[in-house]
């Protein structure tokens, strides 16, 4: 009999119900009602892959850094690393969250995070058209104060207020950041370099929420929107 795999995406803006529940606790009590529901799938036979979104998380992790530039000149923390900051926080959450209900259940398995890395062409147009919102939403009164005291660029969002967007190129493959350990290594300079090739050093990109890397000449192969799964 082959295994029953599911694959399951939960939105970033699923795990924060509205503007007067975006605290980091409750976000815990969203997460932890959708690992309910995940771990009857689990009990029922049920193999599962949580794939999740980030854009309200990053956006205020990014805010929060530029804050702390600005009152305490404290160094600012680009955005590929509040979206690594982002994957972090929401896997820490799902995972301690699913293996509580597991517990309660009975059920004897393990949850894991995988953090990964998404390799982008840096000539993707998507970089001279931002189009991911991210962040919580602004009248437009406040966007507009944004948009010219910050340079951000903003948008009306679905109807539901307005946010700030930042880049969203299609991605050409991703990298686990944990697989094959004997792979990992550093070289004299104290670098580290990933495979056989010590020239494939790995750089990330600032403006970039959703990936890590980027390669010149490389074709998104992934079929998956720009503005899917956020």
């Known amino acids: 009999m082959s295994k029953k795999v599911a694959v399951i995406a939960i939105g970033g803006n699923s795990l924060i119900k509205d503007k007067a529940h975006q605290s980091?606790?409750?976000?815990?009590?969203?997460?932890?009602?959708?690992?309910?529901?995940?771990?009857?799938?689990?009990?029922?036979?049920?193999?599962?892959?949580?794939g999740h979104g980030n854009g309200p998380q990053v956006g205020f992790l990014l805010q929060k850094a530029e804050i702390a530039e600005k009152v305490a000149n404290?160094?600012?923390a680009p955005l590929e690393v509040c979206g690594a900051q982002s994957q972090g926080q929401i896997g820490y959450q799902l995972v301690q969250c699913l293996q509580n209900e597991m517990k309660k259940a009975g059920v004897n398995k393990a949850a894991a995070c995988v953090i990964e890395q998404t390799v982008v062409n840096k000539n993707d147009p998507a970089f001279q058209n931002p189009s991911k919102p991210i962040g919580g939403f602004m009248t437009e009164?406040?966007?507009?104060?944004?948009?010219?005291?910050l340079g951000?660029?903003?948008?009306?969002?679905?109807?539901?207020?307005?946010?700030?967007?930042?880049?969203?190129?299609?991605?050409c493959r991703y990298h686990c950041c944990f697989h094959r350990?004997?792979?990992?290594?550093?070289?004299?300079?104290?670098?580290?370099?990933?495979?056989?090739?010590?020239?494939?050093y790995r750089q990330g990109l600032r403006q970039?929420?959703?990936?890590?890397?980027?390669?010149?000449g490389c074709t998104g192969d992934l079929n998956r929107s720009r503005k899917g799964g956020y």
């Open 24 to 50: 980091v606790q409750e976000q815990y009590f969203a997460a932890d009602e959708t690992a309910k529901h995940i771990v009857e799938m689990i009990k029922e036979g049920w193999d599962v892959v949580i």
């Open 74 to 76: 404290l160094a600012m």
């Open 141 to 149: 009164e406040e966007a507009r104060i944004k948009e010219r005291e």
């Open 152 to 171: 951000w660029n903003v948008v009306e969002d679905a109807g539901r207020g307005w946010r700030r967007v930042v880049p969203s190129p299609l991605p």
């Open 181 to 200: 350990r004997r792979r990992y290594s550093r070289d004299r300079t104290g670098r580290w370099y990933i495979g056989r090739d010590r020239g494939s």
């Open 208 to 216: 970039f929420a959703s990936g890590t890397e980027a390669e010149r």
